[in-house]
């Protein structure tokens, strides 16, 4: 159920160039909230009419944080903000990712979380849950994929090593890892042969990532994909239609009926 709730900001930090790490209390949001899923804040009205939304990075306890890159003014108005600021907020909103089969297998299974870009900051709270919800007699594997543009950009990567994933990194300009696209890098991760048949794939960035995704994972017809979207939102309640995008099974908001969606269905 959604909440509009008043937070003061507790945290705000800029950890890269143009990239805010911030954080709010709500005990309400961090009890209903699910990986995958956004809220929507308030900037300034004066300046900008509507909300804009920010996936949600992680949760400790009732502390939320979102991470996110100055794009516009919106976000600019946001990076400027101090310890205190009181954010008007909707959430927990749409729909995240739902946890594919964690249970014992005659098989392994592994779990591959690959990250476009600033596509990482989602997942990093699905991370903390695929470990919650591990089974311990399962043998499964986590893997994360980080690609960026160069060394400079790379995100997060101690939180997933602090959650036991195996960390591969992948940049534009071979300053760092693999030298090419994090869907080159997957490629060729499943192409190795490394892996079982029983692979859940989660993935996040930019639309453009996903027509190369589902160009590789075509050839793995039994591997579960969910991706997650990055999308303008004017309402984030599926009412205003502005972030409408076409599946195979017609028109879809990606504020309401996603912003999560299985890859095949796009």
């Known amino acids: 159920m959604v909440k509009h709730v008043k937070a003061k900001i507790d945290f705000l930090k800029r950890i890269k160039p143009d990239i805010y790490l911030l954080s709010f209390n709500s005990s309400y949001i961090a009890r209903k909230a699910n990986a995958g899923q956004f809220v929507h804040i308030k900037v300034d009205e004066k300046v900008t009419i509507l909300r804009r939304p920010f996936s949600i990075h992680k949760i400790d306890r009732d502390k939320i944080y979102i991470l996110f890159k100055v794009r ?3 976000t600019k108005l946001l990076s400027q903000y101090k310890k205190g600021h009181i954010l008007d907020i909707i959430g927990p909103l749409g729909n995240g990712f739902s946890f594919m089969p964690q249970t014992a297998h005659r098989r392994p299974l592994i779990n591959i ?15 903390k849950k695929l470990t919650e919800i591990r089974n311990p007699k399962s043998e499964i594997r986590n893997l994360v994929l980080l690609g960026t543009k160069n060394k400079r950009e790379i995100l997060a990567e101690q939180e997933f090593r602090r959650l036991g994933f195996d960390v591969r990194i992948t940049t534009d300009d071979g300053s760092r890892g693999f030298k090419g696209s994090v869907v080159d890098l997957l490629a060729k991760e499943l192409s190795a042969k490394r892996y079982p048949l029983n692979v ?12 190369e995704l589902a160009k590789v994972i075509k050839k793995y017809p039994k591997i579960n994909c969910q991706v997650s979207f ?15 995008i076409e599946t195979k099974n017609g028109y879809k908001k990606v504020c309401k009926d996603g912003p999560v969606f299985n890859l095949k269905e796009i």
Do not use: D, I
Not at 201 to 211: D, I
């Open 72 to 74: 516009g003014r919106g």
């Open 113 to 127: 979380l690959v990250a476009g870009g600033m596509g990482m900051a989602p997942l990093v709270f699905l991370a």
């Open 200 to 211: 859940n794939l989660y993935a996040c960035g930019p639309k453009e990532m996903f027509s």
């Open 230 to 244: 990055e999308q303008f939102m004017g309402c984030g309640l599926g009412v205003c239609c502005g972030c409408t």
